[in-house]
């Protein structure tokens, strides 16, 4: 499995830290209240294992908000939220008292989460092609809910995947939820090869 | 295809199709977007969509727009959080926006870099929403204030309840001293109407003790004292001390205890007032001449049940679900001293708060026998 040494790995985190500030800030405006959200970790995991990486989640019951990437990085970006986790995290952004259970879970509040889910994996995404120089383009987010394996297309089977968990605060609620890059291992390799030149382009 | 196709189809198409370049310049302008915003291509090619919409500077589209053309992002703007991105109209009014989704794709063609920007009209969905929204929150609201009456109502409940107890105590007091002969012989006259005053008074007052017994478990705030108590010592006691009550209806509480002793942990002051409940009711709805039983058995689990059984009119199935909730009596079961209907309600509070269990069986016209169980303790412990 693939691993980071300690200057790799603090400085990809401190680039995705950099977006989701970034996403804080955009999400912050939208609901006119102060958004945090931070990514106190990331590992790589295969497919196979994800679920071990996923600690805190219910993976039989997800809400996910997916997008494509491609041009020199190609792969799928996914936000993951507990299931009953999203629509709270709607709601409390649309500060609304609707009382309707999960299954009722409208269009619009789908839309609404898609959104958000948006503005976060392209946080994450521009951070990340921005500041190591990378061409990335990014497709248009698309929500699902079910169980892990409902989540994942069969063509994921080969991925690796790259796993942050994101905290996403707003009021006093905290919001567990991770972000997952599935990339195949080109991908992989051609971004630590671009972490290693960031990092030595830096003046010490 | 052929280009010219393409583009008469882009031009034509019933969403709103704006194509900026890097410099976002307006290089499409489709008839939808001429017609919601009253302006024709011509005036707005070549021009910034910033000049031709100067509120978007600096919005979330224009953010969206420059993720598009810097970074390849595409991007969704809901109607959920944007309802009004652009200044677009209804065909029909002047001045009713139009609410909008946009989605925001960058395109790249021969080494340019444009943005592509879809508008959708969801002005009819968002409208079914917003009734939604509207009456969910008014049931909320209704919801609120059904709650806030019920609160004042306990809570004047209870109130009245307390003020009520200290007067009514001295009245029953009174005229327990009176008919003991404390203040002297009574005419027979008189004796019959104060026993009737000092009947309702009791009544009253034991009333007024469920009342309050009530609303003191549903604010969580009865307290309960365990010990580890024999259920035979206790419920031969309790049974001993309710024998006038049987007497004055005409039945007898006969005991069955365990030859083992049936230790549990209890507050004893509360399981005495579940057994006197259960007792009064068999009393209560007993046919005349008959015992009451109460039986003490070890049943599975390491669990004591005790049971009380009477003979009488019993209980319709169909109060399984509903007889220990608050004012509930059965339909028909008449008893010369009415009740108010709160006994089980308390008794099945004050089990759960022993983690127990408490139930009834009943054939109609013949047995009815309500039980509760309660989890033995070792004595080895
Ligand atoms: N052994 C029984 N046989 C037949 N009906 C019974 C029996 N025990 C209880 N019930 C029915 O259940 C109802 C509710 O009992 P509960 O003890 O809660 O209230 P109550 O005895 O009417 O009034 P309270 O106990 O508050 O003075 C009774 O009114 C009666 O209709
Ligand atoms: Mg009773």
């Not at chain 1, 989640?57 to 491609?70: C, H, I, K, P």
């Not at chain 1, 041009?71 to 009382?99: C, H, P, W, Y």
């Not at chain 1, 790259?162 to 991908?187: A, F, H, N």
């Amino acid at each position: 499995m693939i691993t980071l040494n300690e200057l790799q790995h603090d400085t990809l985190t401190e680039i995705i830290n950099i977006g989701m500030g970034s996403a804080a800030a955009a999400m912050s405006i939208m609901v006119r209240d102060e958004v945090n959200i931070s990514v106190p970790d990331i590992s790589f995991s295969s497919i196979d294992t994800i679920q071990d990486n996923l600690s805190g989640l219910d993976t039989n019951e997800l809400a996910s908000v997916r997008q494509g990437f491609d041009g020199e990085l190609m792969g799928d970006a996914m936000l993951l939220f507990q299931g009953d986790k999203s629509l709270e995290i709607v709601r409390l952004l649309l500060s609304n008292t609707m009382t309707i259970d999960n299954n009722d879970f409208s269009d619009f509040e789908q839309e609404a989460l898609s959104e958000i889910g948006n503005i976060i994996l392209n946080a994450g995404l521009s951070a990340i092609a921005n500041t190591l120089k990378f061409t990335v383009n990014s497709s248009l987010p698309i929500y699902k809910q079910g169980n892990l394996n409902k989540l994942m297309a069969p063509s994921d089977q080969t991925q690796t995947v790259l796993i942050l968990r994101v905290d996403l605060s707003l009021e006093t609620k905290q919001i567990k939820g991770y972000v997952i890059y599935l990339m195949d291992i080109q991908s992989i390799d051609l971004l630590i090869e671009h972490i290693d030149r960031y990092i030595n382009s830096i003046p010490s | 295809m052929h280009e010219q196709l393409l583009t008469k189809i882009a031009l034509n198409t019933d969403i709103g199709i704006i194509v900026l370049n890097s410099e976002k310049t307006i290089v499409l302008w489709n008839k939808w977007i001429e017609k919601t915003s009253r302006r024709a291509s011509t005036e707005t090619i070549g021009k910034s969509l910033s000049k031709v919409f100067p509120e978007t500077i600096g919005s979330r589209l224009d953010q969206a727009i420059s993720g598009a053309i810097n970074s390849g992002n595409s991007a969704l703007l809901s109607s959920a959080w944007n309802l009004h991105t652009l200044p677009l109209f209804k065909t029909e009014s002047t001045d009713t926006r139009l609410m909008q989704s946009l989605m925001i794709k960058p395109i790249s063609f021969d080494g340019e870099s444009y943005c592509l920007l879809e508008v959708f009209d969801v002005t009819n969905s968002n409208n079914r929403e917003a009734l939604l929204r509207e009456k969910t929150s008014e049931s909320v609201h209704a919801l609120n204030a059904a709650e806030t009456a019920s609160k004042t109502k306990t809570e004047y409940v209870s109130t009245v309840s307390h003020e009520l107890r200290t007067p009514l105590t001295s009245i029953t007091g009174a005229l327990g001293l009176i008919l003991g002969g404390v203040v002297g012989e009574i005419p027979e006259k008189a004796r019959g109407l104060i026993e009737v005053a000092n009947y309702n008074t009791t009544r009253l007052l034991s009333i007024i003790n469920d009342l309050l017994d009530i609303e003191k478990i549903e604010a969580g705030k009865m307290e309960f004292i365990f010990s580890q108590v024999d259920l035979n010592q206790l419920c031969s006691q309790v049974v001993e001390h309710n024998q006038n009550y049987a007497q004055s209806h005409n039945v007898r509480f006969e005991c069955h205890l365990n030859k083992r002793p049936m230790l549990v942990s209890a507050d004893t002051h509360r399981i005495s007032q579940v057994l006197a409940n259960l007792l009064s009711n068999a009393a209560k709805f007993s046919f005349a001449d008959h015992a009451v039983t109460v039986t003490l058995n070890e049943i599975a689990n390491k669990h004591c049940r005790v049971a009380i059984q009477n003979h009488g009119n019993g209980i319709p199935e169909s109060y399984q679900e509903t007889l220990f909730e608050k004012f509930t009596q059965v339909q028909g079961n008449q008893s010369a001293s009415k009740g108010s209907g709160l006994g089980l309600n308390i008794c099945r509070a004050i089990i759960n708060k022993h983690d127990g269990n408490i139930g009834f069986h009943s054939i109609l016209h013949d047995t009815t026998t309500f039980f509760f169980d309660l989890k033995l303790v070792d004595s080895a412990n």
